[in-house]
């Protein structure tokens, strides 16, 4: 098990599209568990494949609570195949823009179509917290960070912040 460096807004990577993955083979399964060990490490409940520089269409999550075992889910190329009418408004926080949180609207209900570990294509339904994090997650697959959903002038206030922590980082190092 080997925890990655998380990459942070504004990242290039993050803005990019991941290939899928064509085999389920050990390297795959060595990413999962990296990804998952990363993801417990930070601590957070999701995690994308470019989220550590890996440009492949795979995401990890666990929203188990604390008091609760714990329940990963990893699901390779996972695409949604349906959503609800319903409209649900969750605070979303991202492990590459940290200590942000706005309230973001989306599908309640959902159904998606991924690959397992095993090779298998699993199809499922997902509702509320887990919904939301899917949408999330498949979201950074394609470029896409949960800031885009916002107002001009709260994504924008983001950014500038982010860029300049960047700026600092890289003067400083
Ligand atoms: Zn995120």
Redesign the pocket.
Known sequence: MAKRPILLLPDPRLRAVADPVEKVDDGIKALAQDMLDTMYDAPGI?L?GP?IGEMKRIIVMDLSREDEPNDPIVMINPEITGMSDDIVSTEEG???IPEVYYDVERPAEISVRYTDLDGNTVERDATDRLAVCIQ??ID?LDGV??IDYLSRLKRDRVLKKFQKADRLNKKAG
Do not use: D, R
């Open positions: 999701g994308a989220q991202c492990l590459s999330h997650e950074h960070l949960y």
